[in-house]
Structures are given as structure tokens and as C-alpha cells.
């Protein structure tokens, strides 16, 4: 800096201890929700190592010996003949569902940000909420009864000219209504987030826009789309884990006798398996095999979106 401007005042530096005293107040709010974090997330993480010992119930997990070979219920899974199949179907339902979940609520949210009518708006919204709040076994009963002969679904087809089926054997249509019944289920209520996003745009651009004749695609393209993407990104990131998780609830209550080797996955495996049969070690080491898929899926997909757009990464 030239002596004619002078020099720039020197930076305080403020002390750590002093910072946090600075902010006593919040970090004293957090300590309640960082302490639960800790009890019921973190703290039953040592149950992991089941998946590397013999586990015996009278000795508990400590006192159980490791395996011989550490990896032994790891290589089981990976030897049954039915693995392949399992992990393909979790894939293929956890990848189908988030291809068709995850934007339904985006398109939503941009639809109703776009109606001028606030009744109709309000109407709308609160009608969309109602399905998430609707326990999964009454979903799932309602699902069975649509699917039958004489159910509604039928009663469409048969509108329709086509003939009625018995859509709950076998899993030709376990894909449709799983997949439809989340995306009702999820639409509305995963378009809050979204709203609060389009809330906080500033009305001025739209009517800048409209001095310039954009229409409403151009408006959503130019405007809204934008203040939404940062979430969007975050939220899909986030997402990307649940590939292979799938709603183990849902898919065990559409078991019947006719598609339950068909519809399993690894969440309904790691039931049969552990708490159907008792072999918990082995269950163990199948649902951390799927937990460490989970979170290389979504570390991956954060490089990615950090590579395009390093501004919407979370790390």
C-alpha cells in the first residue's frame, strides 16, 4: 500500500477461548442435540464388531471371540448363490426409486410456486402432506387390497378393456406399486423444503421478466430453478445413500408366498437372517457391507457434483 492511502489497519485477532465465550450461548444450545447425536448414533457403532466375531448372546460382544478368519461371515455372503441376486435387487429397486422420487417433489414445488390463487395453493399443499402421515401398514394393506382381482386397479384395467390379474403374485408389479405409492407418499412432503427455497426469491426478477415477455418456463428456468439447485444438490447428495436402503418395511409386508425370494433385498435378508433365524454375526457383516456401499455412493457423488460445481459439494 502506497504511503498516500496509508495502510490498512491491522486484523485483531480474537483468541479461541475467547471466541467461545463469544458464543457461549449457541454452542450451549447445541450441546443437548450434539449429545443425543452421540448416545443413539455413534455409541452403538461398537456393535459393528459382531460382524468380525462368533458371536455368543451369554458372553456378549466383547467377551465373543473373533472369527478364524476375521472376514469369515463377510466371504459367507459373498459365497451363497443367492448374494448376486440380493445385492442386484437392492440396487435395482434403491437406484429405480430414487430416479423417480427424488424429482417428483422438485416439480412439484415449481408447479405450485407458479399458482396465483393462495387458497388453491394452501388447499393443494395440505392435501400433498396427508399420504406421509399414513402408517406403511395401512399403505401396504391398501396396496394389497388395489392389486387384487376385484380391487380399484383392476377396476381401471378392466375400464380400460384389459383383463384383471392378481397383481400381488409374483413381482410383476411390485416395481409400479412401489415405486407410485412413494412418490405419493413423498411428493408433497419433500416439496417444503423447496417452497422455503422459492420463498426467499426476490419477487423483483420475476417482474423484471415479465417487462422483458419471458413466459413461465422461462421464468422457472431463469429464476426459480436457480434458487432451488444449491438444496437440490445438497439433498441428492444425501439421497445417494439411500440406494441401498430400501423401505425394508414396506418390501416385508408385500412378501407373500408367491415373490419373497423375488422381492428380497438385503434390508429383508438382514431380517430373515438375523432375527428369523439368529445368526447375527452374519447379518451383521451384511448390513455393514451395505452400509459401506452406502457411503462410498455418496462420497462419490459428492466428487462428482465437486467437479462440476464445487460451490454446491458439502465438503
Known sequence: MSKKYGSLPAV??????????????????????????ILFRYVPMYGILIAFKKYKPKKGIWGSPFEDPVLKNFTRFFKNVNSRYVI???????????????????????????????????????????????????ICSMLNNFGSLDGMFNDIR????????????????????????????????????????????????????????????????????PAIKPTTTVILIMNAGSVMNADFTKILLMQNQTNTSKLEVIATFVYHEGIGSGNFEYATAVNLFASVISFILVYSTNMVVRRINPEDSLW
Open 12 to 37: 485483531k485477532k480474537i483468541s479461541f477461548t475467547k471466541r467461545v465465550w463469544q458464543q457461549r450461548s449457541l454452542i450451549l444450545m447445541s450441546l443437548i442435540p450434539l449429545a443425543l447425536l
Open 88 to 138: 442386484w435387487n437392492t440396487l435395482r429397486v434403491g437406484a429405480l426409486t430414487l430416479i423417480f422420487t427424488f424429482p417428483m417433489p422438485i416439480i412439484f414445488a415449481l408447479a405450485l410456486n407458479e399458482v396465483r390463487g393462495k387458497l388453491f395453493k394452501r388447499v393443494s399443499q395440505t392435501i400433498s402432506y396427508i399420504p406421509h402421515f399414513i402408517s406403511i401398514v395401512v
Open 158 to 225: 378392466s375400464f380400460f378393456g384389459l383383463a384383471r390379474v392378481n397383481m400381488n403374485n409374483g413381482d410383476t408389479y411390485f416395481l409400479l406399486e412401489y415405486i407410485g405409492s412413494a412418490i405419493w407418499q413423498g411428493v408433497g412432503w419433500g416439496s417444503i423444503i423447496y417452497l422455503s427455497a422459492l420463498s426467499n426469491v426476490d419477487t423483483s426478477l420475476y417482474d423484471v421478466a415479465n417487462l422483458d415477455g419471458a413466459n413461465r418456463l422461462q421464468k422457472i428456468r431463469h429464476i426459480a430453478w
